[in-house]
């Protein structure tokens, strides 16, 4: 993980987020009344979290259309160079995953906001990792660490080394917010690169 300056929101979002936003909101409370509603068939509330689902995925060009450019993917891809922003392994576009830092699930409202949007390959964006973990301390701050954040210093919270013996560069946090960045991320598997600044 290293820093990355983010760049700016890309026009599809700049012009759509908040119209997505609102249509998502629709969707959740529609399927919140299907669901309390004890009369609702199976089909019906499999309908309302499939609408929800369709909400959340507005960027997305879909399956129809295989050789369109994600227009909020690619710029993730380009600001990350391609690198996932927790392990730093390369990952194709096809591939990688757009990461919500801020879960969507626990934070509807971010759902659109390029500002917690990264790139992720999917052993770090997987339920076993980062998925929709998002650990806050006993004050309420943040735990996980945002690699475009500019008022964070990662290397206060992580330290890399190159490990003579495995002959492989390893990460260890500097205090507990460090630990629990490397244990969620898993950033010590073997198959990642880490690159020693």
Excluded at 15 to 23: E, F, I, T, Y
Excluded at 46 to 63: E, M
Excluded at 92 to 117: C, M
Excluded at 155 to 183: N, S
Aim: net charge neutral; aromatic share 8%.
């Amino acid at each position: 993980m290293i820093p990355i300056t983010r760049t700016s929101t890309p026009d599809i979002l700049k012009q759509n987020a908040d119209k997505w936003l609102k249509k998502l909101q629709e969707a959740i409370i529609n399927l919140e009344e299907i669901e309390n509603d004890p009369t609702s068939s199976k089909e019906q509330i499999q309908a309302a979290k499939k609408k929800v689902k369709n909400a959340q995925d507005k960027y997305n060009p879909g399956k129809t259309a295989k050789h369109k450019i994600n227009p909020v993917k690619q710029p993730l891809y380009d600001m990350f160079s391609g690198k996932c922003a927790f392990c730093e392994r390369k990952v194709e576009i096809s591939a990688g995953r757009i990461e919500h830092f801020r879960p969507k699930s626990q934070y509807v409202d971010l759902t659109f906001d390029w500002n917690n949007l990264l790139y992720a390959c999917e052993v770090c964006n997987n339920a076993e990792n980062k998925g929709n973990k998002f650990p806050l301390d006993c004050d309420g701050s943040q735990l996980l660490i945002d690699p475009t954040d500019e008022d964070c210093d990662i290397y206060q919270y992580l330290e890399f080394y190159w490990d003579q013996k495995t002959k492989l560069a390893h990460v260890q946090g500097k205090d507990g917010r460090g630990q629990v960045v490397a244990e969620i991320l898993s950033l010590n598997r073997t198959h990642i690169p880490h690159f020693i600044l």
